[in-house]
Nanobody, 123 residues
Framework: QVHVAESGGGLVQSGGSLRLSCVVS????????VGWHRQAPGKQRELVAA???????NYADSVKGRFSISRANAKNTVYLQMNSLKPEDTAVYYC?????????????????WGQGTQVTVSS
């Protein structure tokens, strides 16, 4: 069993900053990539940022230069540093662990989603 847990969401003023955390736990052998997605009311879920096993990153155009994704070396923890926040960043942010291989004996390859954390940016 793999569990993904996000934290760090909250209410912030426009121009402010938040740091989201994602912890992936369980009997995990490896993770190919971890990404942050967001979904605003009435909108489709969209990829915000992702980091691969080799450390490569990619970002949605709307957040380039403002958001930064990183990982902790000693833990299955990924951060999303969000700066210069705008009201249009308001959404539920979900962490997604992709290409997860569990340890023996299960040894399954799958992806897992967190429950989401609310980010609200006020003007």
């Amino acid at each position: 069993q793999v569990h993904v847990a996000e934290s760090g969401g909250g209410l912030v003023q426009s121009g402010g900053s938040l740091r989201l955390s994602c912890v992936v736990s369980g009997s995990i052998f490896s993770i190919d990539a971890v990404g942050w997605h967001r979904q605003a009311p009435g909108k489709q879920r969209e990829l915000v940022a992702a980091i691969s096993r080799d450390g490569s990153t990619n970002y949605a155009d709307s957040v380039k230069g403002r958001f930064s994704i990183s990982r902790a070396n000693a833990k299955n923890t990924v951060y999303l540093q969000m700066n210069s926040l705008k009201p249009e960043d308001t959404a539920v942010y979900y962490c997604h662990a992709d290409g997860v291989i569990t340890e023996a004996p299960t040894r399954v390859l799958d992806d897992y989603w967190g429950q989401g954390t609310q980010v609200t940016v006020s003007s």
